[in-house]
Structures are given as structure tokens and as C-alpha cells.
């Protein structure tokens, strides 16, 4: 499937130059390396075990399928952040996407976690999505207030649902936006808070 309006050009809140895209499969080496430098503390709450090539392979065979869409977030040609959409292409929930978003580190609090949820939005309502979930455990805090922001509401609590990568219980969370309702938050957030768009 091909996006558009990319590649393109941000500047963080820091100066630093960015080229969001979709992922090709000529990316995932440098997607790969990018989730294996993630630090365990923040890999124990995702859902696959991104640091495995098995699990590279499934994930871009899901997005060649159109299972998937995956944006990423590239500082010369090192991968700094990927956000995925995940969605039923049929059935009773084709309407509903689920939003990923992992960013390096020290990027976090630079506007780009907001700027690859706002371009997830965008390819969402071109797909004819309806309704945005995320699901997170109840520790990451960093990521609730994110879609706090734009205008996630919590809708469930699973106790004891998820094991993390310790095998420890965890509750999780999720939460979901109407994307009507998610593109007004958006457009306030990003008038105080956005990366420079080239």
C-alpha cells in the first residue's frame, strides 16, 4: 500500500532532523537494531519479543500485508522510533485500529512520539478507521500521559492479563479515542507542543 504526503521532514524540539516513512523491508535491519537497543526496562511491557529476527519477520510479512501499517522515525539512517497501526482488514472490528509507538530514548519529550501519532491519525481516517485503542500496563506512565493528552479515556482494566518479559503479572489498560474526537485533541496539542514539519 502506498502512503502519501511521505517521506517527511521534522525538526525536533532539539534541532534534531528527522525523515518519518513507511517501513520497507530494505529498513528491517536498521528496525531490528533499533528495538534491540531499547533498554530491557522499557521492552517488558511490550507485546512481542521485538529483539528476535523470527519476530521481524512476521511483523514485516503483516505489513507487506497490509495488516499493518508502521511508520518510522529515521535520524540519518538510524532508526530513532516507530509507531504501527495495527487493524482488521474484515469482520466486526475492521473499523477499529490499535496504536504502537516506541521512541529511542533520549528523543523522549522531543515532540516525536506526538508527531507519529499525529501522521498514524492521518494514514487511520485515509483507511476509513473510526475508533484508535492502545493497550499499556499500568506502569508506563510516560505513555499514558501521551494519550492522555489526546484524548484516550480508559475503558477496561484486565487484572493480572499480561506477563512481562520476567514472566511477572500485569495488569493492563486500554484505552481508546474516537477519531473524530482524537484529530480535535490533536490539532490542540500540536499548536502548543509540534516538531518543525518540512
Given at each position: 500500500m502506498k502512503l502519501e504526503g511521505f517521506p517527511q521532514n521534522l525538526t525536533l524540539k532539539d534541532g534534531t532532523e528527522i525523515v518519518v516513512k513507511p517501513l520497507e523491508?530494505?529498513?528491517?535491519p536498521a528496525l531490528l537494531e533499533f528495538y534491540r537497543a531499547i533498554p530491557e526496562e522499557d521492552?517488558?511491557?511490550l507485546r512481542?519479543?521485538?529483539t528476535k529476527p523470527e519476530w521481524l519477520e512476521r511483523f514485516v510479512s503483516h505489513v507487506e500485508h497490509n495488516e499493518v501499517?508502521?511508520?518510522?522515525?529515521?535520524?540519518?539512517?538510524?532508526?530513532?522510533?516507530?509507531?504501527s497501526l495495527y487493524?482488521?482488514?474484515?469482520?466486526?472490528?475492521?473499523?477499529v485500529g490499535e496504536i504502537r509507538i516506541t521512541v529511542q530514548p533520549r528523543l523522549r519529550r522531543s515532540g516525536l512520539g506526538t508527531a507519529?501519532?499525529?501522521?498514524?491519525?492521518?494514514?487511520?481516517?485515509?483507511?476509513?478507521?473510526?475508533?484508535?485503542i492502545v493497550q499499556m500496563v499500568e506502569s508506563q506512565k510516560s505513555a499514558r500521559r501521551l494519550f492522555e493528552k489526546l484524548g484516550f479515556r480508559q475503558e477496561a482494566v484486565l487484572r493480572a492479563h499480561v506477563k512481562d518479559i520476567h514472566g511477572i503479572k500485569r495488569d493492563l489498560l486500554i484505552a481508546s479515542n474516537d477519531v473524530s474526537h482524537l484529530w480535535e485533541a490533536m490539532e490542540a496539542l500540536v499548536s502548543d507542543f509540534s516538531p518543525t514539519v518540512g
Open positions: 523491508a530494505k529498513d528491517a521492552r517488558l511491557y512481542d519479543d521485538v501499517v508502521s511508520l518510522i522515525a529515521l535520524h540519518g539512517k538510524t532508526v530513532v522510533g516507530e509507531a487493524r482488521a482488514l474484515h469482520g466486526w472490528t475492521a473499523h507519529l501519532a499525529r501522521d498514524l491519525v492521518k494514514v487511520a481516517v485515509g483507511l476509513g478507521v473510526e475508533k484508535m
